[in-house]
């Protein structure tokens, strides 16, 4: 009985064991099923998403945009130019050191150089975390991963995205080496404040190229790739210093540095360089690397200049630009002061600030607007919050400190806030936008616009444009009036018209003319009578002493000698290109051209005759090795002694002349002649003072100064070329010159003769006179009358009969 109950046990157990092994059977097959099942929907998955992938790029098409940069003559970078979001300089692989490269894979990817593109541990772990908790796929990726996400993917953290990089990675490896792939990561990654690659970041952070990085910059670089904005060093010092730490844990436990170089670099403190230790110079002369912009965009295209990595240097001369941009300050501040701009108009007492204020609520009636000057009183001046508050009427609005060196000075002449402005003052202000009664947007106002100037100054042999000032203040105003403003010049252009006369062989240094009123018919049919500035004649005069003097009537008669067309056919020889004015006002300077372009025409006397363009560019540069080389081609457009004798009559408005009387008097341009060097020189005024000149020269420095407003008002009274601008000239010139000896002017090798002549006739003298130098074969050959013969009375009056 119990072998029967055994033999059924058995055979009970032996059909279990048949059925779970059919079971087990089946498992197996429906798991090679399932299998077989999944890796076609796998495959079915990376199909999907593989089709019309980008082409991956080859290493010789990696031509990411990179930044171009502008240097000064000296080699100082002055401008950046790039796209946003492009900043980036590229470096090849064996001028990164090893231990950046080591500190970014054991950052990153400390497999890099052994697998093949993916970190398949590391993808299960994203995929399950992201389906864990919800939110995108994030970590593991591998550098070629990020590579690939940087330059052909978008960045998103989505499923699809990082199936179609990881096909990408794959085939990205099967293309490239690991030392391409990694030299392609390392000058594409983002390293924070608009820093792409690892040249930029290290110039950014450290202030010097990614060559000269030690192990602990290295680390603290590729720290940043955990989050750039959040671990700057600049913003959250503490993440970067616990971020450097990891990073430098993993190089020690990785085998990339041993144990001593990481316990000391762990012990180095963070140390950073601001970009403006860096590069100091940065920003500065903004006109200047604003026309050197435009220029290029013309010559070569926008996306050659900010992305094509140019190397750009330049004629300009850091000192000099320096000088000329401390000079226009000073220059417009003392204008400012003379004339109550960036001042306070009146102080008012305590008790008169309210009956102030009722006055004003009735006078602005609810609304104030931009193209207004109001006047508004200061109610509360606060230093340490830095904001001056000014009441106009009921509105209470905040005075922008701007331009900041026009209201409180700078260098030794700056003047705290509260020193400057108090309250009581009363301003004249414009709103920035227009304020109604209940606005509850706060206001701001500015100041008064005062006046601009503009400042060239050129090599005239060279042609190199060593400094260009086309403003007070890039930031506030960017439109430059010394390449781009037309204005009239005013006496200044009379030394064209003088010149073209002594090229002609109309008038000498000595020749007389009657300075006294008369009338000219112009185009139009009506009467013109030009009278000079000081509203005085003085007779019968030398050309010398017309020219130094800048007598308008002289210059009138000059011209009507010359003639206006001989005149215009001269001005565009020497360098002038805006069309003139086609009358007798021509010499008065009616017709309008850019500061530049007059300064220029200068340069060509200054040249000893030889006419060329001005110039910015010593040559241009390409990561490709390319060089574009700018030359000066000038020309001859005027004899060397025409030249000469024009830069003499100049020389007599600063250094001063010898009157028809005999006596001694100082020229418009006088002001220079503290200079004690040999100036060349023109003032300029024109009608009501609008605009305000002065163009001199030393043998190897022409220097243009314009002074007006944008909108073409008045100076003010009294306001001339010879106290507003010739100023300005005076305290550039004053810092380029600096101990240098005083060079005298080149005298022609032929063509210059010598005399010594009467000052009231401008014969030769008898006995003593004034040395006077001509033109060969047009000196005087007559002797003036003897002085008990003939006192010149009868002279004059023969000659103007």
């Known amino acids: 009985m119990a072998r029967n109950r055994r033999r059924r046990r058995s055979k009970s157990d032996t059909s279990i064991g048949r059925r779970l092994l059919g079971v087990l059977k089946w498992l197996i097959i429906l798991a090679v099923l399932a299998g077989i099942a999944g890796l076609a929907g796998l495959a079915g998955i990376f199909y999907y998403y593989g089709r019309d992938l980008p082409e991956l790029l080859e290493r010789e098409d990696y031509n990411p945009p990179q930044l171009s940069q502008i240097y000064a003559s000296n080699g100082e970078m002055i401008a950046e130019f790039h796209t946003p979001g492009k900043r980036r300089t590229l470096v090849p692989l064996e001028d990164i050191p090893p231990v950046v490269q080591h500190a970014f894979m054991a950052a990153e990817d400390s497999e890099f150089m052994?697998?093949?593109?993916?970190?398949?541990?590391?993808?299960?772990?994203?995929?399950?975390?992201?389906?864990?908790?919800?939110?995108?796929?994030?970590?593991?990726?591998?550098?070629?991963?990020?590579?690939?996400?940087?330059?052909?993917?978008?960045?998103?953290?989505a499923y699809e995205r990082k199936i179609q990089e990881i096909i990408l990675a794959r085939e990205l490896e099967r293309n490239l080496t690991k030392e391409d792939i990694l030299y392609m990561y390392l000058n594409t990654i983002y390293l924070g404040h608009g820093r792409n690659g690892v040249q930029e970041a290290s110039i950014f952070y450290f202030g010097k190229g990614v060559a000269e990085l030690d192990v602990a910059e290295a680390a603290l670089l590729a720290g940043?790739?955990?989050?750039?904005?959040?671990?700057?060093?600049l913003r959250h010092p503490e993440r970067a210093e616990r971020r450097r730490s990891y990073v430098l844990r993993q190089m020690w436990e990785k085998g990339f540095i041993n144990e001593g170089t990481y316990r000391e670099a762990q012990e180095s403190e963070i140390v950073t360089v601001p970009m403006s230790e860096t590069y100091p110079h940065l920003g500065k002369a903004p006109y200047f690397t604003e026309y050197v912009r435009k220029k290029i965009v013309d010559e070569f295209g926008r996306d050659k200049l900010f992305e094509g990595g140019l190397r750009v240097h330049t004629t300009l001369d850091l000192e000099m630009q320096e000088a000329a941009e401390r000079a226009a300050r000073k220059g417009l501040r003392a204008y400012d002061e003379g004339q109550n701009f960036f001042n306070p108009q009146r102080q008012l007492s305590e008790d008169r600030i309210e009956a102030f204020l009722e006055e004003s609520r009735k006078e602005v009636d609810g609304t104030i607007v931009p193209t207004e000057i109001y006047e508004g009183v200061v109610t509360a001046v606060d230093v340490e919050a830095d904001e001056v508050t000014v009441q106009i009427g009921p509105f209470e609005t905040q005075l922008l400190l701007e331009p900041r060196t026009r209201i409180v000075g700078e260098g030794a002449d700056e003047k705290p806030l509260d020193e400057a402005l108090s309250r009581g003052d009363v301003l004249r202000v414009h709103p920035t936008t227009v304020l109604n009664t209940g606005s509850e947007e706060p206001g701001f106002v500015r100041f008064e616009k005062s006046a601009e100037v503009a400042v060239i100054s050129i090599d005239p042999h060279t042609r190199e444009v060593?400094?260009?000032?086309?403003?007070?203040?890039?930031?506030?105003?960017?439109?430059?009036?010394?390449?781009?403003?037309r204005r009239q010049t005013g006496s200044s252009f009379k030394t064209l018209v003088y010149a073209a006369a002594l090229e002609k062989r109309v008038i000498t240094p000595a020749s007389v003319y009657l300075d006294s009123p008369t009338v000219y018919q112009l185009h139009d049919g009506q009467s013109w009578s030009p009278r000079n500035a000081?509203?005085?004649?003085?007779?019968?005069?030398?050309?010398?002493e017309a020219l130094g003097a800048s007598r308008n009537v002289v210059a009138v008669r000059v011209l009507d000698d010359v003639g206006i067309d001989e005149a215009i056919d001269f001005a565009n020889r020497v360098g002038i290109k805006s069309e003139l004015v086609r009358n007798y006002t021509m010499v008065m300077g009616s017709s309008e051209m850019p500061p530049m372009e007059l300064t220029n025409a200068y340069a060509t006397f200054a040249a000893e005759g030889e006419y060329a363009e001005p110039r910015f560019l010593n040559r241009i540069e390409s990561l490709q090795g390319d060089r574009h080389l700018y030359q000066t081609h000038s020309e001859p457009v005027l004899a060397p002694e025409i030249a000469y004798l024009t830069t003499s009559l100049l020389v007599?408005?600063?250094?001063?002349?010898?009157?028809?009387?005999?006596?001694f008097r100082v020229g418009t341009g006088h002001v220079n002649r503290a200079l004690g060097h040999p100036i060349a020189g023109k003032t300029g005024t024109t009608n009501e003072s609008r605009d305000a000149w002065f163009v001199g020269y030393t043998p190897d420095l022409v220097t243009g100064v314009w002074v007006g407003f944008s909108d073409n008002r008045s100076l003010g009274r009294r306001q001339y070329g010879g106290n507003v601008a010739a100023p300005i000239f005076r305290d550039y010139m004053e810092v380029v010159l600096g101990d240098r000896e005083p060079k005298p002017f080149k005298e022609p090798?032929?063509?210059?003769?010598?005399?010594?002549?009467?000052?009231?006739?401008?014969?030769?003298?008898?006995?003593?006179?004034?040395?006077?130098?001509?033109?060969?074969?047009?000196?005087?050959?007559?002797?003036?009358?003897?002085?008990?013969?003939?006192?010149?009375?009868?002279?004059?009056?023969?000659?103007?009969?």
């Open 114 to 157: 052994s697998h093949t593109g993916i970190d398949y541990l590391g993808m299960v772990r994203a995929v399950y975390y992201a389906f864990r908790h919800d939110h995108g796929m994030r970590g593991t990726s591998t550098i070629t991963q990020q590579l690939i996400k940087n330059i052909v993917l978008t960045p998103e953290r």
């Open 224 to 233: 940043l790739t955990a989050g750039p904005e959040g671990h700057t060093p």
């Open 534 to 544: 000081d509203g005085q004649w003085r007779g019968p005069i030398r050309v010398r």
């Open 749 to 801: 090798i032929s063509g210059i003769t010598e005399a010594t002549i009467d000052p009231i006739t401008g014969k030769l003298a008898r006995t003593s006179g004034s040395e006077e130098i001509f033109l060969v074969g047009t000196a005087p050959t007559e002797y003036a009358p003897e002085e008990e013969e003939d006192t010149g009375e009868s002279f004059f009056l023969n000659q103007f009969q």
């Open 466 to 485: 060593k400094a260009l000032v086309g403003g007070y203040n890039f930031e506030i105003n960017e439109y430059d009036h010394a390449t781009q403003a």
């Open 652 to 663: 007599s408005a600063v250094e001063g002349y010898t009157d028809s009387t005999g006596s």
